[in-house]
């Protein structure tokens, strides 16, 4: 039987000299991290204006409004609502589809295992990262100079913005696919069609079809909030709602929105199970 | 070298051959009922939608022509032939630039800290008590769901228009994303060094600080940066609805057709995205590894 080991800590110190010992540069990091970024939240928050007193004004009016808020009341709007959010359901259903079936074909040629060749690759990529570095909100304004205020160009907006991220996304998904049933495909006299029809396309088309769904989901929230710049659906009526201080009914919208977001989660959800297999949902 | 291939009798094949056919046809239907769904739902929504195709193939030029228009300077000319009268407003444009990286920054600060703070509650294994894990996990969940710019709407009003509307819009809907993305990471760690601590006697706050926090700390560092990243384009449109940063800039330029600064920020804009995407990646694999970099 031993007792608690007496351990010689000089005789530790000697066998782990990069642990007991650290140099001065590795220790002094984390503090000098934590210190720049202090320093950097504080000439914000002065930069930015924060001043306690704004802050605690802007508080006790959030909770005034917030006391307005309740009870959430739709009025007699209820049914324009309605229509709104349909709108906006619509809108997200459509972006993501027409993102998915143009952003499929350049995703192809974005793929490593598909155009081994770098040059006519890059461009495509760069094409790709730089329509997703514009915001939807930033490509609803513009489609709404194309083709008017109204749902149809929050669409295209959605449509646009998820190309970026689908072309990406579709290609990245490719890339992972296995070779070996495009080589067979190959092998037995296949052309190149051939091998992205029956060697690529079964192999990243759940994965695809799950991704979409899941880009349905995420769009329906995008979808409520470019109504703010004059695209449609449901976030028109939020913004026109704050802009004229009707609380109730802006409680009543976000009460909406939330329900509709959280009911179109557990439909793409159960979708993504079928679709995908519960293994590769998580 | 001969090869045979072994041919099952003609009977077993029939046999065979029909349990292919009949469970392909149950695909192809499955396939086609479907499909038949979702292009149904598709109309439906295109009727929602109020598409109208003969307006865009009306109006598609406009959108050709309308990046025409935003490359064409004043004189006519292309922007990138004159780069001085294109970019001719980079000092104001360059500031509220740097005030869009530090609204995205303050705000990723502020809601990382909250959701710090709130995370040990929400997640499974650690949460003291079950009934303030559902209220942590509601409370995440309605900040993470309202959109960032509809806060920013409503602090507008509360706070007064200006930058602090934006941050704590930003901050709010950071502090429910990485709120649920935190309680995962601790979701996931070893529970073998809570039983350690705990077994020593020691309290709920020293088993998070000493058993769950080194075990957490690069994932939240990664997920926080990763928040930066996208804080940072959700930044540049809050000046949309009044809260700060570039996106005033661009919604008057817009609204006003001023066409070449329309492209002037939006350049600025996709470069500034473009260096953050790429440091923020750099420090991600250079803190934690490749691994984490994905």
Redesign the interface.
């Known amino acids: 039987m031993t007792g608690p080991q007496e351990f010689d800590t000089r005789e530790l110190r000697a066998r782990y000299p990069d642990v007991f010992d650290r140099p001065a540069s590795a220790r002094l990091a984390m503090p000098a991290m934590i210190v720049a ?1 202090l320093a ?2 504080v ?3 002065i ?4 001043s306690p007193s ?2 605690v ?3 006790s ?2 909770g005034w ?1 917030s006391l307005m808020m309740i009870p959430p009341d739709p009025g007699s709007s209820l049914p324009i609502y309605l229509k709104a959010l ?2 906006t ?3 997200a ?2 972006g993501t ?1 027409l993102a998915a079936v143009f952003a499929l074909p350049v995703s192809l040629l974005a793929a490593r295992n598909v155009v081994p060749s770098s040059i006519l690759r890059f461009p495509i990529r760069r094409f790709l ?2 329509i997703r ?3 939807t ?2 490509w609803a ?3 709404i ?4 205020l ?3 160009a ?3 907006a959605i449509a646009v913005s998820d190309f970026g991220a689908f072309g990406k996304l579709f290609s990245e998904a490719i890339e992972g696919a296995d070779q070996k049933q495009v080589e067979g495909i190959r092998a037995s006299g296949g052309s190149a069609l051939h091998e992205i029809r029956f060697g690529l396309l079964p192999q990243v088309l759940p994965v695809i079809a799950g991704q979409v769904l899941y880009f349905i989901e995420s769009n329906t ?2 979808a ?2 470019i109504g ?2 004059g695209a ?1 659906g449901i ?1 028109l009526q ?2 026109e709602q ?1 802009r004229v ?1 009707e609380w109730q009914k ?1 409680s009543f919208l ?1 009460l909406m ?2 329900v509709a ?2 009911a179109i989660d557990f439909v793409s959800g159960k979708l993504r199970f079928a679709i995908i297999g519960r293994r590769a949902v998580a | 070298m001969t090869v045979s291939v072994s041919i099952l009798p003609e009977q077993q094949l029939a046999v065979l051959n029909a349990a292919y056919r009949q469970a392909v046809a149950r695909k192809r239907l499955r396939l086609l009922f479907g499909a038949v769904i979702f292009a149904a739902a598709l109309c439906l929504a295109a009727i929602g939608a109020e598409v109208n195709l003969r307006t865009l193939f009306a109006h598609y030029g406009n959108f050709i022509s309308y990046f025409d228009r935003i490359l064409t300077l004043d004189t006519g000319q292309r922007v990138w032939t004159d780069v001085g009268e294109w970019l001719w407003g980079w000092r104001k444009w360059l500031k509220m630039l740097g005030e869009t990286l530090l609204i995205s920054y303050v705000g990723t600060l502020i809601g990382a800290t909250f959701a710090f703070c709130l995370n040990f509650f929400a997640a499974e294994n650690t949460s003291p008590a079950p009934w303030l894990r559902f209220v942590v996990r509601r409370l995440l969940e309605f900040a993470r769901t309202v959109p960032g710019i509809v806060f920013a709407l409503i602090f507008v009003i509360a706070f007064g228009l200006g930058p602090m509307a934006g941050v704590l819009a930003i901050a709010i809907h950071s502090t429910g994303a990485l709120g649920k993305l935190f309680s995962e990471i601790v979701e996931n760690a070893d529970m073998k060094p809570v039983e350690g601590v705990r077994s020593t006697g020691a309290s709920w706050l020293s088993c998070m600080r000493f058993a769950i926090l080194p075990q957490v700390t690069a994932g939240y560092a990664s997920y926080a940066l990763l928040r930066f990243e996208i804080n940072v384009r959700e930044a540049s449109v809050m000046g949309f609805v009044g809260a700060g940063g570039i996106g005033q800039e661009l919604v008057v330029a817009i609204r006003k057709f001023y066409y070449s600064d329309v492209s002037a920020i939006l350049l600025t804009i996709i470069v500034t995205v473009f260096i953050i995407d790429i440091s923020t990646g750099w420090l991600r694999g250079r803190l934690f590894g490749k691994e984490a970099r994905t």
Do not use: C, H, K, M
């Open positions: 970024a950097i939240l000439y914000g928050l930069d930015l204006d924060f704004r802050f004004a802007g508080l009016q959030l409004i349909g709108e359901l619509s809108i259903l459509l589809t990262d730089s570095g514009v915001d909100l930033i304004l513009v489609w100079n194309v083709v008017g109204g749902p149809f929050g669409v295209l929230r995008s409520t909030i703010i710049v449609g976030g939020l913004a704050i201080l802006v976000i929105i939330l977001v959280a």
